[in-house]
């Protein structure tokens, strides 16, 4: 474990400098955004009123009311969560292929230390999760201070109010990043590491085998969604829909955690057998 501890702060350590970068480029553009837009919609109300002599009543009634959610759904505040997405996605496959071509082929080093070599494979997977949910708890930090800077910037009767969980329940993507229970969590959390899970091992195949290991990585990445789908295939097959959804939730877990359990054996055995220093 402490060998485990060890290589996960290793990791994290290597991305820190981006990882911070990209906090960052977020809480900056966000708040430009927020900043911009409310200004932006204070000028258009005032040069509405004043064209069209409009009362404020008369305003509302003519225009829907500016409010959080039309500052989440800009792409002032959802592009840099796309592009904070992107970069994991890549890192994803850089924390590998970076110890293999990088200086001095550090991935040798990494094989050679005295701590079993699956411990290198949670370590990557685990320090890539930390930092997804780094990323969602900084986003959930910043929502009712971003909602508070809105009500500050705008007039009262400019002003309407909405918490911070009806700004979620508003965004489409914000649902996605914070479900509203458990179930969700697991769903959307527990898939997300399972397609990490199964990359991982798709990638150790491909360096294992090269160019063979392309075609065992593909097969094994694909069978593992027809097993994953395999449920709803069923029963779309035989058209038969008897299942409750808490019933195909646990089924989905189950398999789930069934190749989640494979992925980590499979990447053990070719990190052991397979990969050699």
Not at 171 to 197: A, C, E, M, R, T
Request: charge should be positive.
């Amino acid at each position: 474990m402490k060998n485990y501890l060890k290589l996960v702060d290793f990791e994290l350590n290597r991305f820190i400098k981006i990882y911070i970068a990209l906090i960052g480029v977020t809480i900056v553009s966000q708040f430009t955004g927020i900043f911009l837009q409310s200004r932006t919609h204070v000028a258009f109300v005032n040069q509405t009123l004043q064209e069209e002599s409009l009362s404020i009543k008369q305003f509302f009634i003519n225009y829907s009311p500016f409010t959080m959610v039309d500052i989440i759904n800009s792409g002032w505040f959802f592009i840099p969560i796309i592009f904070s997405v992107a970069a994991l996605v890549f890192y994803s496959f850089f924390i590998w292929y970076r110890d293999w071509f990088g200086q001095n082929t550090f991935i040798y080093r990494l094989l050679m230390l005295p701590t079993n070599r699956i411990n290198l494979f949670l370590s990557k997977l685990s320090a890539i999760f930390l930092m997804v949910l780094g990323l969602v708890a900084t986003q959930l930090i910043l929502l009712p201070v971003e909602s508070t800077l809105f009500n500050q910037l705008l007039p009262d009767y400019l002003r309407y109010n909405l918490s911070t969980q009806t700004i979620i329940s508003s965004s489409n993507y914000l649902i996605v990043l914070f479900p509203d229970s458990f179930i969700q969590f697991l769903i959307h959390y527990g898939l997300g590491l399972l397609i990490l899970i199964i990359l991982f091992t798709i990638i150790l195949f491909e360096r294992s085998f090269h160019l063979k290991g392309i075609l065992y990585g593909g097969l094994f990445g694909a069978g593992t969604f027809l097993l994953m789908l395999s449920p709803f295939i069923i029963q779309a097959k035989l058209n038969v829909y008897y299942l409750y959804p808490i019933e195909n939730f646990a089924i989905e877990l189950i398999l789930g955690i069934l190749i989640a359990s494979l992925c980590i054996w499979v990447s053990h055995c070719l990190l052991n057998k397979k990969i050699t220093v």
